[in-house]
């Protein structure tokens, strides 16, 4: 069982960056891919970004790709997200999300572990 708690979120100007952190535990987290999902009010939870555990590849939605982010420690068991260039359609609950799937999908179904939200919200 995997437990992971997202940190970092908070409000932040259009155009702002923010640094949002998922701590893992109770699993191997060299193991897992990880990954980033939001859920904006009254819209379904949509993929961000995904890293697998070796090699560090990664993958963004084309939302976010150029101004997101995705890295880990493997070390800290850790997964960060850098956002910048932020607009007010960021504005969501962000969870972080493992699998052991190594090239797992971007459907939310394909995942294990959630973690339970970090709330993003930027002002125009």
């Known amino acids: 069982q995997v437990h992971l708690v997202e940190s970092g979120g908070g409000l932040v100007q259009a155009g702002g960056s923010l640094r949002l952190s998922c701590a893992a535990s109770g699993g191997t987290f060299s193991k897992y891919a990880m990954g980033w999902f939001r859920q904006a009010p009254g819209k379904e939870r949509e993929f961000v970004a995904r890293i697998t555990w070796s090699e560090y590849n990664t993958y963004y939605s084309d939302s976010v790709k150029g101004r997101f982010t995705i890295s880990r420690d493997n070390a800290k068991n850790t997964v960060y997200l850098q956002m910048n260039s932020l607009k007010p359609e960021d504005t969501a609950v962000y969870y972080c999300?493992?699998?052991?799937?190594?090239?797992?999908?971007?459907?939310?179904?394909?995942?294990?572990?959630w973690g339970q939200g970090t709330q993003v919200t930027v002002s125009s």
């Open positions: 999300a493992a699998s052991d799937t190594y090239y797992v999908g971007t459907n939310s179904n394909r995942w294990t572990y």
